[in-house]
């Protein structure tokens, strides 16, 4: 998930109000046709995209929260809508951090990024899949797209915004993720988000790492945690933070930056449905950009009510109604494994997840790491 260092601090309690990170997908249009897109995204725009006054209001509606949530502006490519600048503006106005993901091309230069910080974007986040041109490039689809994330990056830091980087870990480079991390550490990036493959759109066709090897490269993002100069988290792998605090060896597992300084995080459990929510660019609501469970129809349905009361959104926020090992583990309120990969896998969003290797000790224990998941959002 992104963080932001100014996000307010949230706990378990919070989720059932509202979320900590919306997601809006202002558009499905695309130059790029990268292998793994979740939207499978069009080269034009979708005609019955809402438009700049409907999103407008939809920003409105995500500050009734009783706290403003982080707001990424995704796609597709949000810079294919000429009004993007607009909705930036018009969430800053209201009060809510505002983030962007915009795809790799020509349509990011230097002035649309001076743009955009003057609008008070607080995050721009590019994707970097690969070590090298071949690698990236033909993820991406696109030849070209690895040079060009370096300029965006290279751009993004001299206007002065906020970076970050998304890495979705494949088995094509899942041998190069110490060598990304290592490229990463010279660029001031302010996250390195990793990414861990959904099947869905067009994820399906491409194979998933084993449940093996999401602890090689928990292991990798760990070490690297301890000694690069940006934070790290991992989308739609929860179970790094089982991860972390094992490699701790207590609950108290925010992750502390090579400079000595606590930065603001995700707080923990942060889960599809569970401190998040997805809007795609008709307007349909869903728990996350993952799981295909539409709960929604924003105009006509409140954004408040369905993240709140939708019956799909409560049971996901419901740690105790997971099923299998996830619903016996002792990790399950800070965990609960990506629901998203549960559902696309096995059709049951509150099935075990399919890709962790972790085997739940005795019953006895859940309570006690509940006790003290609890003893930390207290100190917190
Ligand atoms: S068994 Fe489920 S809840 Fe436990 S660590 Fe694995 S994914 Fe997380």
Redesign the pocket.
Known sequence: MCDLKQAPAYTRVDFHQGPFVVFYEVTQACDLVCQHCRACAQPLRHPEELDTETACELLGQLAQFPKSPLVVLTGGDPLKRSDVFDLVRRGVGTGLEMAMTPSATPLVTRTVLQRLHDEGLSRLAVSLDGVDAATHDAFRGVSGSFDRTWQILQQGRDVGLSLQVNTTVTAANLEQIDAIAESLASCDIALWSVFFLVPVGRGEQIDRISAEQYEVVFDRLWHHAQTKPYDITTTEA??YR?FVLQRRGSPQGNTRSSDGVAHQRAPLGVNDGKGAMFIDHTGRIFPSGFLPIECGQFPSDSLVDVYRDSSVFRSLRDANL?RG??GE?E??QI???SRARSYALTGDALA??PD?V?Q?RQERLVQSMDENQDQYEKQA
């Open positions: 929860p179970h089982r997971l090992k996830c583990c990790f399950r965990c609960g494994g075990a997840e962790c972790y739940p």
